[in-house]
C-alpha cells in the first residue's frame, strides 16, 4: 500500500494490516529457509558459480553478510534437526534463536535445548547455549587499539602521523594486563605511521581495549546503575556508565 492509503486506515485497521503481514513475513522466512536447502542439495550455486550457499546469498540475493549467515545456518539447522522447523512454524522460536543453538545440537542434546529455549529472548538463549559451547580460556587484559573517529576523513590523502598521548602510554605501563601478558609491555604503544593513497583518509584516535570476566550478577548490577543513569546520560555506553 501506499503512504497516502495508510493515513487512510482507522487504527484498527492498521494494527490488524500489521499482524496479516508479520504472519506473512513468518512464512515467507520460512519458505526461504527450505528452499536454500533444496538449493545447496541441488548444488544450484556451484553451476551459478558461487563458491558456496553463503556466497550466493550474499551476492545473488544481497543478504547482509550477517543476514546471510544467519540463513545459512538456520537453514542447515531446521534440515538436519527437523523439530525445529516445527518450532519455527509455532512461533515459538524465531530464525535468531535458532541461529545461536544451531552448532551445539546434536542428537543427545538437541530435546533437552529445544525445550530449554523455547519462547526465551535473546539473550536468554544465548546463555543456554553457552552451557554446551567449548569452554574458552580468557584473561583480564588491557590493549592499546586505534578506532576511527565517527563522521571523520582526512581530505588530500598522504601521511599521517600518530603517537598514542603520554596518559595512554602510562596506562600500558602500568598494566598488569598486557595483551601479551607481560606487565609493563608497550608493544601496540608504539608510535604508528598511515600511509594512505586515498582523497580522504579515515582519521584514528588511541582508545584503550579493555576485557575482563564477570558474573552474571554483576551484569545484573550494572544493568540497573545503567538503568538509573538512563535519563541523565545521553551516552549510556560501558565507558560512560563507568565514568
Known amino acids: 500500500m501506499r503512504p497516502r492509503a495508510l493515513r487512510g486506515l482507522s487504527d484498527n485497521e492498521l494494527l490488524a494490516q500489521i499482524e496479516k503481514i508479520r504472519r506473512r513475513e513468518h512464512l515467507s522466512t520460512i519458505e526461504i529457509l527450505l528452499h536454500l536447502n533444496e538449493v545447496e542439495r541441488r548444488k544450484l550455486h556451484l553451476k551459478l558459480s558461487y563458491s558456496s550457499l553463503y556466497d550466493y546469498c550474499v551476492r545473488h540475493l544481497r543478504y547482509s553478510s550477517s543476514g546471510a549467515s544467519r540463513r545459512v545456518a538456520v537453514a542447515r539447522c531446521i534440515r538436519q534437526h527437523p523439530e525445529a522447523l516445527d518450532l519455527l512454524r509455532s512461533h515459538k522460536l524465531n530464525v535468531t534463536g535458532v541461529s545461536l543453538v544451531a552448532s551445539v545440537l546434536r542428537e543427545d ?28 580460556a580468557l584473561r583480564d587484559r588491557v590493549k592499546p587499539v586505534r578506532v576511527a573517529v565517527p563522521g571523520s576523513r582526512i581530505e588530500g590523502g598522504g601521511r599521517a602521523e600518530t603517537r598514542p598521548p603520554a596518559s595512554l602510554q602510562s596506562a600500558c605501563k602500568k598494566s598488569n594486563f598486557a595483551h601479551n601478558g607481560q606487565s609493563g609491555s608497550l608493544t601496540d604503544c608504539k608510535e604508528t605511521r598511515k600511509e594512505s593513497g586515498n582523497s580522504a583518509a579515515v582519521r584514528t584516535e588511541q582508545k584503550l581495549l579493555i576485557q575482563f570476566l564477570a558474573n552474571r550478577g554483576f551484569m545484573e548490577r550494572y544493568e540497573e546503575v545503567r538503568a538509573l543513569l538512563s535519563q541523565r546520560l545521553p551516552d549510556t555506553s560501558f565507558e560512560a556508565v563507568f565514568e
Open 109 to 136: 542434546n538437541k530435546t533437552e535445548i529445544l525445550e530449554d529455549i523455547q519462547n526465551k529472548s535473546q539473550s536468554e538463549i544465548d546463555a543456554i547455549a553457552a552451557r554446551y559451547r567449548p569452554a574458552i
